[in-house]
Protein backbone atom coordinates (compact mmCIF):
# COMPACT_ATOMS: atom_id res chain seq x y z
CA UNK A 1 0.00 0.00 0.00
CA UNK A 2 1.27 3.63 -0.73
CA UNK A 3 0.08 7.02 -0.18
CA UNK A 4 -2.22 7.21 -3.32
CA UNK A 5 -4.48 4.81 -1.52
CA UNK A 6 -5.34 7.76 0.41
CA UNK A 7 -7.59 10.67 0.50
CA UNK A 8 -4.44 13.59 0.42
CA UNK A 9 -7.51 15.66 0.62
CA UNK A 10 -4.45 18.47 1.52
CA UNK A 11 -2.48 17.85 -1.53
CA UNK A 12 -4.30 17.71 -4.59
CA UNK A 13 -7.68 16.76 -4.38
CA UNK A 14 -8.66 20.73 -5.42
CA UNK A 15 -7.87 20.63 -8.61
CA UNK A 16 -9.44 19.46 -11.62
CA UNK A 17 -6.95 17.38 -14.36
CA UNK A 18 -7.59 17.98 -17.79
CA UNK A 19 -7.11 14.56 -19.07
CA UNK A 20 -9.28 13.03 -16.30
CA UNK A 21 -12.56 12.11 -16.97
CA UNK A 22 -15.83 13.93 -16.62
CA UNK A 23 -17.30 11.80 -13.81
CA UNK A 24 -20.97 12.48 -12.45
CA UNK A 25 -20.78 10.29 -9.72
CA UNK A 26 -20.16 12.87 -6.65
CA UNK A 27 -17.56 14.20 -8.88
CA UNK A 28 -17.15 17.06 -11.04
CA UNK A 29 -14.06 16.08 -12.50
CA UNK A 30 -11.23 13.70 -11.29
CA UNK A 31 -7.99 14.67 -9.97
CA UNK A 32 -4.88 12.91 -10.66
CA UNK A 33 -4.48 11.25 -8.12
CA UNK A 34 -7.76 9.36 -7.91
CA UNK A 35 -9.74 12.23 -5.91
CA UNK A 36 -12.39 14.05 -7.24
CA UNK A 37 -14.11 17.20 -6.15
CA UNK A 38 -18.34 17.78 -5.82
CA UNK A 39 -20.15 20.89 -6.12
CA UNK A 40 -22.46 20.83 -3.09
CA UNK A 41 -25.39 23.10 -4.46
CA UNK A 42 -27.18 23.48 -1.35
CA UNK A 43 -24.41 24.92 0.59
CA UNK A 44 -22.21 27.49 -1.28
CA UNK A 45 -20.74 27.65 -4.90
CA UNK A 46 -18.44 24.99 -6.31
CA UNK A 47 -15.11 27.35 -6.79
CA UNK A 48 -13.64 23.97 -8.10
CA UNK A 49 -11.29 24.29 -5.77
CA UNK A 50 -10.84 22.34 -3.08
CA UNK A 51 -8.83 22.26 0.06
CA UNK A 52 -5.47 22.28 -0.85
CA UNK A 53 -2.28 22.83 0.72
CA UNK A 54 -0.93 25.52 -0.71
CA UNK A 55 0.62 28.48 0.66
CA UNK A 56 2.51 32.14 0.17
CA UNK A 57 3.80 32.97 -2.97
CA UNK A 58 8.15 32.64 -3.51
CA UNK A 59 9.47 35.55 -4.50
CA UNK A 60 7.50 39.18 -2.46
CA UNK A 61 5.64 41.37 -4.55
CA UNK A 62 4.24 44.45 -4.19
CA UNK A 63 0.73 43.68 -3.62
CA UNK A 64 1.33 40.51 -1.85
CA UNK A 65 0.66 41.02 2.02
CA UNK A 66 1.62 37.26 3.10
CA UNK A 67 5.10 37.53 1.47
CA UNK A 68 7.77 38.85 3.60
CA UNK A 69 11.55 38.67 2.99
CA UNK A 70 13.51 36.75 5.89
CA UNK A 71 15.66 39.08 7.58
CA UNK A 72 17.56 36.20 9.56
CA UNK A 73 18.36 33.71 7.00
CA UNK A 74 19.09 35.22 3.69
CA UNK A 75 18.87 31.72 1.97
CA UNK A 76 14.68 32.02 2.06
CA UNK A 77 13.15 34.28 -0.56
CA UNK A 78 9.79 33.90 2.06
CA UNK A 79 9.30 33.88 5.33
CA UNK A 80 5.98 33.00 7.70
CA UNK A 81 2.49 32.00 6.71
CA UNK A 82 -0.89 32.61 8.59
CA UNK A 83 -4.05 31.94 7.50
CA UNK A 84 -7.95 29.63 8.42
CA UNK A 85 -6.55 26.02 8.88
CA UNK A 86 -8.90 23.12 8.45
CA UNK A 87 -7.97 19.69 9.72
CA UNK A 88 -9.83 16.26 8.32
CA UNK A 89 -8.93 13.47 10.67
CA UNK A 90 -8.31 9.34 9.76
CA UNK A 91 -6.93 6.00 11.38
CA UNK A 92 -4.34 6.25 8.39
CA UNK A 93 -4.21 9.07 7.09
CA UNK A 94 -4.80 13.08 8.74
CA UNK A 95 -4.10 16.21 7.14
CA UNK A 96 -4.54 19.94 7.86
CA UNK A 97 -4.41 22.72 5.07
CA UNK A 98 -3.76 26.09 6.29
CA UNK A 99 -4.97 28.88 3.69
CA UNK A 100 -4.10 32.55 2.97
CA UNK A 101 -7.20 33.52 1.13
CA UNK A 102 -10.29 32.49 0.68
CA UNK A 103 -10.24 33.81 -2.89
CA UNK A 104 -7.67 32.86 -6.00
CA UNK A 105 -5.04 32.83 -5.98
CA UNK A 106 -4.39 31.69 -2.80
CA UNK A 107 -1.47 30.07 -0.90
CA UNK A 108 -1.65 26.87 1.27
CA UNK A 109 0.59 25.05 3.89
CA UNK A 110 -0.48 21.49 4.27
CA UNK A 111 0.27 19.12 7.08
CA UNK A 112 0.44 15.51 5.91
CA UNK A 113 0.11 12.02 8.39
CA UNK A 114 0.64 8.87 7.05
CA UNK A 115 0.30 6.00 9.90
CA UNK A 116 -0.53 3.15 7.53
CA UNK A 117 2.01 0.15 7.02
CA UNK A 118 5.93 1.25 7.46
CA UNK A 119 5.19 5.02 7.40
CA UNK A 120 4.17 4.91 10.83
CA UNK A 121 3.20 8.47 10.95
CA UNK A 122 1.88 10.59 13.77
CA UNK A 123 -1.08 9.64 15.37
CA UNK A 124 -0.79 11.54 18.92
CA UNK A 125 1.32 15.05 20.10
CA UNK A 126 5.39 14.98 20.04
CA UNK A 127 7.80 16.05 17.76
CA UNK A 128 8.71 14.75 14.50
CA UNK A 129 12.02 15.12 12.69
CA UNK A 130 11.46 16.70 9.07
CA UNK A 131 15.58 16.66 7.92
CA UNK A 132 16.04 14.90 4.87
CA UNK A 133 11.80 14.66 3.78
CA UNK A 134 11.04 13.24 0.27
CA UNK A 135 7.62 13.48 -0.36
CA UNK A 136 7.50 9.27 -1.79
CA UNK A 137 8.70 8.44 1.59
CA UNK A 138 7.59 10.97 4.08
CA UNK A 139 5.84 9.82 6.93
CA UNK A 140 4.86 13.05 8.50
CA UNK A 141 4.98 15.65 5.08
CA UNK A 142 4.69 19.48 5.59
CA UNK A 143 4.00 20.87 1.87
CA UNK A 144 3.75 24.57 0.79
CA UNK A 145 2.00 25.27 -2.41
CA UNK A 146 1.85 28.84 -3.68
CA UNK A 147 -0.47 31.17 -5.78
CA UNK A 148 -2.95 28.31 -6.55
CA UNK A 149 -6.05 29.25 -9.07
CA UNK A 150 -9.23 26.27 -10.06
CA UNK A 151 -5.98 25.65 -12.81
CA UNK A 152 -3.34 24.48 -10.03
CA UNK A 153 -0.69 26.05 -8.42
CA UNK A 154 2.74 27.81 -9.85
CA UNK A 155 5.32 26.25 -7.16
CA UNK A 156 5.54 23.75 -4.64
CA UNK A 157 7.76 23.79 -1.55
CA UNK A 158 8.43 20.73 0.50
CA UNK A 159 10.09 20.88 4.51
CA UNK A 160 13.07 19.29 4.75
CA UNK A 161 14.80 21.40 7.74
CA UNK A 162 13.68 21.34 11.17
CA UNK A 163 10.63 19.87 13.60
CA UNK A 164 6.71 19.39 13.36
CA UNK A 165 5.80 19.48 17.24
CA UNK A 166 2.09 18.35 17.36
CA UNK A 167 1.19 19.68 21.07
CA UNK A 168 -2.12 18.75 20.89
CA UNK A 169 -4.75 15.96 19.43
CA UNK A 170 -8.27 15.38 20.48
CA UNK A 171 -9.14 12.63 18.21
CA UNK A 172 -12.79 12.29 19.77
CA UNK A 173 -13.49 15.93 19.49
CA UNK A 174 -11.49 19.45 20.44
CA UNK A 175 -8.31 20.60 18.75
CA UNK A 176 -5.23 19.51 16.82
CA UNK A 177 -2.49 22.28 17.57
CA UNK A 178 1.10 22.47 17.09
CA UNK A 179 4.50 24.37 15.50
CA UNK A 180 6.67 23.95 13.61
CA UNK A 181 10.26 24.42 14.36
CA UNK A 182 13.49 25.42 12.71
CA UNK A 183 11.46 24.53 9.43
CA UNK A 184 12.68 25.60 5.96
CA UNK A 185 10.87 24.66 2.80
CA UNK A 186 12.68 23.70 -0.60
CA UNK A 187 11.12 24.42 -3.83
CA UNK A 188 10.64 20.90 -5.85
CA UNK A 189 8.75 19.22 -8.22
CA UNK A 190 6.49 16.17 -7.15
CA UNK A 191 5.82 13.60 -10.02
CA UNK A 192 1.80 12.95 -10.31
CA UNK A 193 2.37 9.24 -10.53
CA UNK A 194 5.01 8.12 -8.54
CA UNK A 195 5.28 11.38 -5.98
CA UNK A 196 8.59 11.53 -5.89
CA UNK A 197 9.48 14.82 -5.20
CA UNK A 198 12.70 16.41 -6.95
CA UNK A 199 14.33 19.95 -6.28
CA UNK A 200 14.00 22.60 -8.55
CA UNK A 201 18.10 24.03 -9.40
CA UNK A 202 17.93 27.61 -7.97
CA UNK A 203 14.44 27.50 -6.96
CA UNK A 204 13.33 29.22 -3.46
CA UNK A 205 13.30 28.19 -0.01
CA UNK A 206 10.35 29.11 2.55
CA UNK A 207 11.34 29.55 5.98
CA UNK A 208 8.84 28.57 8.79
CA UNK A 209 10.26 28.59 11.71
CA UNK A 210 8.02 29.52 14.96
CA UNK A 211 4.44 29.06 12.29
CA UNK A 212 1.76 28.02 14.29
CA UNK A 213 -1.49 26.19 13.59
CA UNK A 214 -4.54 24.95 15.29
CA UNK A 215 -7.91 23.60 14.03
CA UNK A 216 -11.17 22.02 15.34
CA UNK A 217 -11.80 18.44 15.41
CA UNK A 218 -15.43 17.71 14.74
CA UNK A 219 -16.92 14.86 16.55
CA UNK A 220 -18.54 12.27 14.02
CA UNK A 221 -21.47 10.98 14.11
CA UNK A 222 -22.12 7.33 15.06
CA UNK A 223 -25.50 5.39 15.47
CA UNK A 224 -26.03 3.56 18.71
CA UNK A 225 -28.67 1.23 17.65
CA UNK A 226 -26.88 -1.86 16.43
CA UNK A 227 -28.57 -4.83 16.48
CA UNK A 228 -27.32 -8.48 17.57
CA UNK A 229 -28.54 -9.44 14.28
CA UNK A 230 -29.21 -8.42 10.70
CA UNK A 231 -31.29 -6.17 10.20
CA UNK A 232 -33.13 -6.38 6.03
CA UNK A 233 -34.07 -2.82 6.54
CA UNK A 234 -31.27 -1.66 8.42
CA UNK A 235 -31.16 0.15 11.38
CA UNK A 236 -29.26 3.81 9.38
CA UNK A 237 -26.69 4.20 7.39
CA UNK A 238 -24.17 5.46 9.98
CA UNK A 239 -21.57 4.03 11.71
CA UNK A 240 -22.67 0.87 13.88
CA UNK A 241 -25.90 0.83 11.94
CA UNK A 242 -26.61 -2.66 10.96
CA UNK A 243 -26.67 -1.63 7.00
CA UNK A 244 -29.90 -2.62 5.07
CA UNK A 245 -30.55 -5.74 2.10
CA UNK A 246 -29.36 -3.91 -0.49
CA UNK A 247 -28.99 -5.45 -4.29
CA UNK A 248 -26.47 -4.82 -6.58
CA UNK A 249 -25.51 -6.75 -10.44
CA UNK A 250 -22.35 -8.40 -10.76
CA UNK A 251 -20.47 -8.92 -14.31
CA UNK A 252 -22.06 -11.74 -14.81
CA UNK A 253 -25.53 -10.21 -14.67
CA UNK A 254 -26.29 -11.92 -11.33
CA UNK A 255 -28.10 -10.48 -8.65
CA UNK A 256 -26.20 -10.04 -5.31
CA UNK A 257 -27.37 -9.40 -2.21
CA UNK A 258 -25.19 -7.98 0.55
CA UNK A 259 -26.91 -10.22 3.27
CA UNK A 260 -26.41 -13.51 0.99
CA UNK A 261 -23.34 -13.50 3.52
CA UNK A 262 -24.79 -12.82 6.85
CA UNK A 263 -24.10 -14.83 9.90
CA UNK A 264 -22.85 -17.82 7.59
CA UNK A 265 -20.41 -19.09 10.05
CA UNK A 266 -17.59 -18.95 7.65
CA UNK A 267 -17.06 -15.15 6.89
CA UNK A 268 -16.47 -12.66 9.70
CA UNK A 269 -15.58 -9.07 7.94
CA UNK A 270 -16.66 -8.11 4.61
CA UNK A 271 -14.78 -5.72 3.19
CA UNK A 272 -16.31 -3.30 0.84
CA UNK A 273 -14.06 -1.45 -1.60
CA UNK A 274 -15.38 0.96 -4.25
CA UNK A 275 -13.54 1.85 -7.52
CA UNK A 276 -14.00 3.12 -10.89
CA UNK A 277 -12.36 2.47 -14.31
CA UNK A 278 -10.11 5.58 -14.49
CA UNK A 279 -8.86 5.16 -10.64
CA UNK A 280 -5.27 4.20 -11.19
CA UNK A 281 -4.89 3.94 -7.67
CA UNK A 282 -7.15 1.61 -7.54
CA UNK A 283 -5.84 -0.74 -10.67
CA UNK A 284 -2.38 -0.98 -8.73
CA UNK A 285 -3.83 -1.75 -5.58
CA UNK A 286 -6.77 -4.24 -7.05
CA UNK A 287 -3.49 -5.46 -9.21
CA UNK A 288 -1.41 -6.03 -6.47
CA UNK A 289 -3.56 -8.00 -4.04
CA UNK A 290 -4.36 -10.61 -6.80
CA UNK A 291 -0.61 -11.11 -6.91
CA UNK A 292 0.09 -11.39 -3.04
CA UNK A 293 -3.16 -13.21 -2.41
CA UNK A 294 -2.83 -16.74 -4.87
CA UNK A 295 -2.64 -14.92 -8.12
CA UNK A 296 -5.53 -14.85 -10.94
CA UNK A 297 -8.16 -15.26 -10.25
CA UNK A 298 -8.81 -13.36 -7.18
CA UNK A 299 -12.28 -15.18 -5.92
CA UNK A 300 -14.00 -14.96 -2.90
CA UNK A 301 -13.79 -18.06 -1.50
CA UNK A 302 -9.79 -17.71 -2.49
CA UNK A 303 -10.03 -14.19 -0.29
CA UNK A 304 -11.22 -16.16 2.43
CA UNK A 305 -8.56 -18.96 1.80
CA UNK A 306 -5.53 -16.28 2.36
CA UNK A 307 -7.05 -14.65 5.25
CA UNK A 308 -9.32 -16.93 7.01
CA UNK A 309 -12.46 -14.97 7.90
CA UNK A 310 -12.23 -12.14 5.30
CA UNK A 311 -14.93 -11.55 2.30
CA UNK A 312 -14.56 -9.22 -0.11
CA UNK A 313 -16.99 -7.29 -2.71
CA UNK A 314 -15.59 -5.14 -5.45
CA UNK A 315 -17.81 -1.76 -6.57
CA UNK A 316 -17.32 -0.30 -9.39
CA UNK A 317 -18.76 2.77 -9.98
CA UNK A 318 -17.97 4.27 -13.49
CA UNK A 319 -15.70 3.23 -16.70
CA UNK A 320 -13.01 4.69 -17.65
CA UNK A 321 -14.85 7.77 -18.80
CA UNK A 322 -16.49 8.37 -15.92
CA UNK A 323 -19.55 7.20 -17.00
CA UNK A 324 -21.98 4.15 -16.45
CA UNK A 325 -20.10 0.75 -16.04
CA UNK A 326 -21.50 -1.80 -18.66
CA UNK A 327 -21.80 -5.53 -17.80
CA UNK A 328 -18.90 -5.81 -20.82
CA UNK A 329 -17.15 -3.35 -19.47
CA UNK A 330 -17.24 -4.80 -16.28
CA UNK A 331 -15.91 -8.00 -17.22
CA UNK A 332 -13.07 -6.52 -18.99
CA UNK A 333 -12.07 -4.60 -16.15
CA UNK A 334 -12.35 -8.29 -13.65
CA UNK A 335 -10.33 -9.75 -16.22
CA UNK A 336 -7.62 -7.11 -16.65
CA UNK A 337 -6.98 -7.48 -12.81
CA UNK A 338 -7.28 -10.83 -13.08
CA UNK A 339 -10.02 -10.90 -10.64
CA UNK A 340 -13.37 -13.21 -10.72
CA UNK A 341 -16.36 -11.18 -12.34
CA UNK A 342 -18.26 -12.56 -9.94
CA UNK A 343 -17.02 -10.90 -7.19
CA UNK A 344 -17.62 -7.38 -9.09
CA UNK A 345 -20.46 -5.49 -9.06
CA UNK A 346 -21.88 -3.04 -10.64
CA UNK A 347 -23.42 0.37 -8.60
CA UNK A 348 -24.16 2.99 -10.86
CA UNK A 349 -27.79 5.22 -10.53
CA UNK A 350 -29.21 6.42 -13.60
CA UNK A 351 -31.22 8.83 -11.34
CA UNK A 352 -28.43 10.71 -9.12
CA UNK A 353 -28.67 9.94 -5.53
CA UNK A 354 -28.63 12.64 -2.74
CA UNK A 355 -26.19 11.99 -0.30
CA UNK A 356 -26.42 14.34 2.79
CA UNK A 357 -23.11 15.65 4.44
CA UNK A 358 -21.47 14.82 7.62
CA UNK A 359 -21.07 18.50 8.76
CA UNK A 360 -24.28 19.80 7.58
CA UNK A 361 -26.82 17.05 7.38
CA UNK A 362 -29.86 19.51 5.84
CA UNK A 363 -27.61 19.71 2.55
CA UNK A 364 -26.57 17.06 0.35
CA UNK A 365 -24.86 16.58 -2.76
CA UNK A 366 -25.46 13.87 -5.62
CA UNK A 367 -23.95 11.23 -7.37
CA UNK A 368 -24.64 8.28 -9.89
CA UNK A 369 -21.56 6.03 -9.53
CA UNK A 370 -21.53 3.99 -6.17
CA UNK A 371 -25.28 5.86 -5.54
CA UNK A 372 -26.62 2.43 -4.46
CA UNK A 373 -24.19 1.52 -1.75
CA UNK A 374 -23.55 5.37 -0.40
CA UNK A 375 -27.35 5.43 -0.21
CA UNK A 376 -27.63 2.83 2.15
CA UNK A 377 -23.58 3.13 3.89
CA UNK A 378 -22.76 6.55 4.42
CA UNK A 379 -18.98 7.44 3.22
CA UNK A 380 -18.95 10.47 5.32
CA UNK A 381 -18.76 13.65 3.23
CA UNK A 382 -17.85 17.06 4.30
CA UNK A 383 -18.71 20.35 3.36
CA UNK A 384 -15.50 21.87 3.12
CA UNK A 385 -16.06 25.82 2.17
CA UNK A 386 -18.48 24.95 -0.41
CA UNK A 387 -16.71 21.64 -1.79
CA UNK A 388 -16.93 18.07 -1.01
CA UNK A 389 -14.26 15.47 -1.92
CA UNK A 390 -14.74 11.99 -2.48
CA UNK A 391 -11.77 9.57 -3.18
CA UNK A 392 -11.16 6.23 -4.46
CA UNK A 393 -10.36 3.82 -3.66
CA UNK A 394 -12.99 3.63 -0.49
CA UNK A 395 -13.16 1.43 2.02
CA UNK A 396 -15.76 -0.05 4.40
CA UNK A 397 -15.64 -2.98 6.66
CA UNK A 398 -18.44 -4.78 7.59
CA UNK A 399 -19.38 -7.41 10.73
CA UNK A 400 -21.15 -10.01 8.90
CA UNK A 401 -22.64 -11.57 11.91
CA UNK A 402 -25.30 -8.72 11.82
CA UNK A 403 -23.74 -6.55 9.14
CA UNK A 404 -22.62 -3.53 11.09
CA UNK A 405 -21.13 -0.43 9.66
CA UNK A 406 -17.90 -1.57 11.87
CA UNK A 407 -15.10 0.77 9.76
CA UNK A 408 -14.98 3.42 7.40
CA UNK A 409 -11.78 5.37 5.72
CA UNK A 410 -13.73 8.35 6.28
CA UNK A 411 -14.70 8.25 9.81
CA UNK A 412 -12.04 5.70 11.59
CA UNK A 413 -10.55 6.23 14.89
CA UNK A 414 -8.58 3.22 14.26
CA UNK A 415 -6.30 1.91 11.56
CA UNK A 416 -7.89 -0.73 9.06
CA UNK A 417 -4.76 -3.25 10.07
CA UNK A 418 -6.67 -3.15 13.83
CA UNK A 419 -10.14 -3.14 12.57
CA UNK A 420 -9.61 -6.11 10.36
CA UNK A 421 -7.59 -7.93 13.29
CA UNK A 422 -10.45 -7.30 15.29
CA UNK A 423 -13.26 -8.79 13.73
CA UNK A 424 -11.45 -11.62 12.48
CA UNK A 425 -10.65 -12.59 15.89
CA UNK A 426 -14.03 -12.76 17.30
CA UNK A 427 -15.54 -15.67 17.97
Known sequence: MNRRFFTLLAATALFACDDSPSGTGATDTAAPNDTATATDTNVNADTNVNADTNVNADTAGPDDTNVAPDTTNPSCTVTGFSGTSTFNQGADFSSLEMKSAAAEPFDALAIELYAFDDYNGATAPGTFDLAGSKYESCSNCVLVRAQCTAAGCAKKYLVD???LVIT????TGGSFKGKLVGAIAHEVTIDKDTFVSTLVAGGGS??????EFEAPIATLPVSDKTQPACVAEGTG????DNIANFTLTNCNGKRVKLHETCDNGVSKALWIIGTTGWCSACHEFLKNYVAQNGGAPLTRAKVGQETPGLDMLI????NAQGAKP???????????LGIDPEMVVMDWSDTAVPLPLITAPDYAVETNSLGTTWHNIDPYLFDENGTV????????????????YYWS???ALQTFELAILTLLGEE
Not at 168 to 171: F, G, K, V
Not at 206 to 211: A, F, H
Not at 326 to 336: H, I, L, P, V
Not at 389 to 398: D, G, K, M, R
Open 389 to 404: TTSYPWWALLRTKNME
Open 161 to 163: EGS
Open 168 to 171: QWDR
Open 315 to 318: VLGE
Open 326 to 336: TAAYCKAYAAD
Open 237 to 240: RLLH
Open 206 to 211: WCLDGV
Open 409 to 411: DRA
